[in-house]
């Protein structure tokens, strides 16, 4: 089995320097105009990264990680979250969820039936209509609902909640200040304070590899199932998963999983499915597609959407290079499944990096997904050769080879 080792980023140098980098991206958004509360949030996370960064070198050792950590939460996620909800400006995405759990409220269904902008479209699968809920409840009077009320506060406590009992079952006893510097940093930071829409999705996605390495068959399946019916994006984890049960506990796990997944999301998703087939269909597969005479605002020049945009000739190549990209990598995973949560989770990560890539419809921001993939199993455990599960592993491909 071969063992990938990043390189080693635990001096105080090589994260002085990491901080220097984020604050000069942070600085970036005010300086250039970029939108306002990618602004807010630029202003408010610069000088933190760079205060973090000399905290970094001058304070003692075992101080040094620690404080650094908590200075650039304070202001990189925390300071732009509180003062955006109190001001209650969110991105369009978190307006979206919002309405969308209004409207099920008042009507049963969580989409407009006649969207004509951009922004009455709903890209997302119903139990992403969950997180806006909170606010349909509490409503828009007092101030309970500036925070308690706001879709992002969710989104963060499922994702940080996902990644702690991720850590948890890989082995990591000490998980708490790498998912805060994980969760500082501009990967996260950025898109908690002002959207977050995706975070609950990266979080159940590192969470049922792991859930699955641990042989929690039933787990595993339930938290894919709802991942699965946040975003479309979530499907290509059913095989990952399903070959990695196979693969350490045989096809009854395997099956179990799968079918726990496919009955979960059925539940969900087949009653809305069956009465308003034509606006799921419009909003959640169309839509994101750039298949609608709407454009998507998911917009940011990577191949697909620069090859969509020479026609509908450039989009159906971008779509066909879609569909070889994806049987290639089913191939790949078939004939050398996953072992370990980590392998999973790397599968996972390269196949939706080449989704998002070569998508008709994307953004940058979708990158994080894969991102966090690759980084966060490993900083979790130690590395990987560190944690209990990939330890189980590498004794029983040990024997396998052996009985060979």
Known sequence: MVTVRFPDVTGRGVQAVGCGLAACWAAVFPLAAAGPNQTVWGALAAPSYALAGLLRLTLPRRAAAPAAAAVALIGAVLAPLVLLSVQERRQSEVMVVERSADLLVHTGVPYLAHPVLASDYNPYLPMMTLFGLPRAWLGNVGAAHLLAGDARVWFALVFLGCLLACGRLLGGRRSLLPLAALTASPLIALPLAVGGVDLPLIGLLALAPALAARGRSVPAGLVLALACTLKWTAWPALPVLALLLHRRYGPRRAALGVATTLLASLAVLLPLALTHARVLGEQAVRFPLGLTTVPTPAGSPLPGKLLADLGPTGHAVSLGLLVLAALAVTLRTL??????????????????????????????GYLALPAVLVL?????????????????????????????
């Not at 599960?389 to 080879?401: A, H, L, P």
Request: proline share 7%; no cysteine; aromatic share 8%.
């Open 335 to 364: 004939t050398h499944p996953p072992a370990t949560a980590v392998a999973a989770a790397d599968r996972l990560a390269f196949g939706l990096t080449l989704a998002f890539l070569l998508a008709p419809a994307g953004r940058f």
């Open 376 to 404: 966060w199993p490993r900083a979790a455990s130690g590395s990987e050769a560190d944690s209990h599960v990939e330890r189980w592993d590498r004794q029983t491909i040990s024997g396998e080879k052996g009985a060979a």
